[in-house]
């Protein structure tokens, strides 16, 4: 059964790096999301992408994040200029119609 | 705005007893609704979800909800519980956005113990 991945599992990165996380959709759908949880949190939506550009997103979302789909398989999430408060589990879903949405296993993400 | 409540951050049964995690839920628009457990060290796998139609959904591993209008609510559950149902399990709403497009609103979460 097609699956979402994500890449890489853990990453440990300094305050004020840049990170990029990584996430293979599974092939036929067509809408992408990204979501975190911090720790002890609920599941927060972040952005959502539909043919080629952002179509919706959270206030979460600000301008240190941004999405990119570089080569019709990939789907990214960068992160410019990390704090201690991106810490967190991030997923990847991706959805054939836009409704039901599958999900990745996620990156744990930790900001020292 | 869309949002949604789980009740019992913990929820701890015994093996072949009922399974029952409550979910109500907040929507100005028709929701459509989903149950998702996550496994440890795992990601989300969808359960189950109710968009139109019957209002009674089955889903994967026994579970089922109903989607009750008047009560806004979608509780899951499953007649028996087995050890591998050991869990935590969201309830998730999906907002209608601007672009038609749905983004998943959460609950906290539930954890499922079963004792055996």
């Known amino acids: 059964e097609p699956e979402v991945t994500q890449t890489p599992s853990h990453q440990v990165t300094q305050m004020g790096q840049e990170v990029i996380l990584r996430c293979v959709p599974i092939?036929?759908?067509?809408?992408f999301y990204w979501y975190r949880q911090i720790l002890g949190q609920k599941v927060e939506f972040l952005v959502s992408?539909?043919?080629?550009?952002?179509?919706?997103k959270s206030e979460i979302f600000d301008d240190q994040f941004s999405v990119e789909r570089p080569d019709g398989s990939n789907f990214t999430l960068k992160i410019r200029s990390t704090k201690l408060e991106d810490s967190a589990m991030y997923f990847c879903?991706?959805?054939?119609?836009?409704?039901?949405?599958?999900f990745g296993p996620g990156t744990r993400l930790t900001v020292t | 705005a869309q949002s949604v409540t789980q009740l019992g951050s913990h929820v701890s049964v015994s093996e072949g007893a009922l399974v029952l995690l409550r979910c109500n839920y907040s929507s100005s628009v028709p929701p459509y609704l989903f149950w998702y457990v996550q496994y440890p060290n795992q990601g989300l796998q969808l359960l189950l979800k109710y968009t139109t139609g019957a209002t009674l959904v089955k889903g994967i591993n026994g579970f089922e909800a109903e989607f009750k209008k008047s009560e806004t609510s979608f509780h899951l559950t499953k007649p028996s519980a087995h050890m591998s149902d050991a869990a935590e399990y969201f309830c998730a709403v999906s907002s209608l956005m601007d672009t038609g497009r749905r983004a998943l609103t959460f609950g906290s979460g539930t954890r499922l113990q079963v004792q055996p």
């Open positions: 992408f539909y043919n080629n550009e952002i179509s919706e």
């Open positions: 879903a991706s959805s054939p119609s836009g409704d039901e949405q599958y």
């Open positions: 092939s036929n759908h067509l809408y």
